[in-house]
């Protein structure tokens, strides 16, 4: 199975920045896409930023456009989010996400396995 574990929240002023990190561990076949997903109180759980391993495309929300960076190390399995310019409005749990080699990108019934979250808060 898929294990994915994030790691690099924390509490920020607005301005600054985070990197989150999503370790994997598990079978490549279900590890053909990987997105990082956040969920705010009271929100539905949205897109943020995704790639296809194979062809290395990234893909990220409007919200987050030229702030927010996704990367991958393939030599130890792992996916990063750089967060720069963060707003009060990033805070949110953020989730490492990941699906096998058919499906969408943006819906998080696109994916098949998640991480456990971790918490960004950004104080305004």
């Known amino acids: 199975q898929v294990q994915l574990v994030e790691s690099g929240g924390g509490l920020v002023q607005a301005g600054n920045s985070l990197r989150l990190s999503c370790a994997t561990s598990?079978?490549?076949?279900?590890?053909?896409?990987m997105g990082w997903f956040r969920q705010a109180p009271g929100k539905e759980r949205e897109f943020v930023a995704a790639?296809?391993?194979?062809?290395?495309?990234?893909y990220y929300a409007d919200s987050v456009k030229g702030r927010f960076t996704i990367s991958r190390d393939n030599a130890k399995n792992a996916v990063y989010l750089q967060m720069n310019s963060l707003k009060p409005e990033d805070t949110a749990v953020y989730y490492c996400?990941?699906?096998?080699?058919?499906?969408?990108?943006?819906?998080?019934?696109?994916?098949?396995?998640w991480g456990q979250g971790t918490q960004v808060t950004v104080s305004s």
């Open positions: 598990g079978r490549t076949f279900s590890r053909y896409a």
């Open positions: 790639f296809t391993w194979s062809t290395g495309r990234t």
């Open positions: 996400a990941a699906r096998g080699p058919r499906g969408g990108i943006t819906n998080t019934r696109d994916y098949d396995f």
